[in-house]
């Protein structure tokens, strides 16, 4: 797809690709002040995380063990439907540091689901990192730890965010125009 293309399928670009820089190199600041002398262990929900956390974790500085959780919650349109663990942790978490990385807390459910998860493998602590936070949508009591952007209740995709599995490698956060989603069933849609 080319950029032109882009440009047709996106109503506006919400987050510029300097500014998704800008701010990963303040949460990755942010994150060694905390983390620094820790046993850290980084979790991350596949697939959406992945340029987010590729560029996060670039930037921190200090040792760190990295592993995935695959989560799937989508079809091929916007509503979620249950929720499917697609891979499980290898790495033993026990005692240690858990960053849980993500790239939008929405409603909240599939964030809720995966700490509770984590939690009987007893680690020491469990804190959220988001990439974007969507809080108009919230149903489940979720608080991240730390946040790239508070955005309002668009449907959004690039830097790893998808619809479909488009759009994914877009290098900023846009806005999906109205005509190339699906028109809205009749059931609640929620994201995350």
Not at 54 to 67: G, Y
Not at 79 to 96: I, W
Not at 103 to 123: E, H, N, Y
């Amino acid at each position: 797809m080319t950029r032109t293309q882009w440009r047709n399928e996106i109503e506006k670009v919400l987050i510029s690709e300097s500014e998704i820089a800008r701010r990963v190199t303040e949460l990755a600041l942010e994150i060694e002040k905390e983390y620094s002398g820790r046993d850290l262990v980084v979790v991350a929900l596949l697939n959406g995380t992945v340029l987010f956390l590729a560029d996060l974790i670039r930037q921190l500085s200090l040792p760190l063990r990295l592993d995935f959780i695959g989560v799937s919650s989508y079809g091929a349109g916007t509503e979620s439907g249950n929720l499917v663990f697609t891979k499980e942790l290898r790495l033993d978490v026990k005692g240690r540091d858990v960053l849980l990385v993500d790239d939008i807390l929405d409603t909240g459910r599939t964030l809720t689901r995966v700490k509770a998860k984590l939690k009987k493998l007893k680690p020491r602590r469990i804190k959220i990192c988001v990439l974007l936070d969507k809080p108009s949508r919230r149903e489940e009591s979720v608080t991240p730890d730390y946040v790239g952007f508070t955005i309002p209740n668009e449907f959004v995709v690039g830097y790893g965010l998808d619809f479909a599995e488009r759009y994914r490698n877009l290098p900023y956060i846009g806005v999906l125009r109205q005509h190339n989603k699906p028109a809205p069933k009749k059931k609640k849609s929620a994201r995350k």
